[in-house]
């Protein structure tokens, strides 16, 4: 399984960006795909998860609210439309596949994408 993560960049605060995580190679056991970020000199952290089969979404905290998941199954494609971004959302952002118990366990995913970095400036 190969992730191909794009869509980052620079914003200014307030605004949008929607990332896209490309998925080859799925196997039926990947169930969910989600995504995560880190930021430097922070621990990696959940931002949202979709269940393949079920199309159910999961989100964290930080991202309730401003960010949505959506699947494009004819394409193997996750999205994060991200919206009112700030300064605090600064950060790689990875895409990870798997079939976890729990999806906001990163240990829990088998395959991760490369990461595209989103930058907000104030």
């Known amino acids: 399984v190969q992730l191909q993560a794009s869509g980052g960049g620079l914003v200014q605060a307030g605004g949008s960006l929607r990332l896209s995580c490309e998925a080859s190679?799925?196997?039926?056991?990947?169930?969910?795909m989600g995504w995560f970020r880190q930021a430097p000199g922070k621990e990696r952290e959940f931002v949202a998860a979709?269940?393949?089969?079920?199309?159910?979404?999961y989100y964290g905290d930080s991202a309730k609210g401003r960010f949505t998941i959506s699947t494009d199954y004819a394409k193997n494609t996750v999205y994060l439309q991200m919206n009112s971004l700030n300064p605090e959302d600064t950060a790689v952002y990875y895409c990870?596949?798997?079939?976890?118990?729990?999806?906001?366990?990163?240990?829990?995913?088998?395959?991760w994408g490369q990461g595209t970095q989103v930058t907000v400036s104030s």
């Open positions: 190679g799925r196997t039926f056991s990947d169930n969910a």
């Open positions: 979709i269940r393949w089969s079920s199309n159910s979404p």
């Open positions: 990870a596949t798997g079939d976890p118990l729990k999806v906001v366990a990163g240990d829990e995913y088998d395959y």
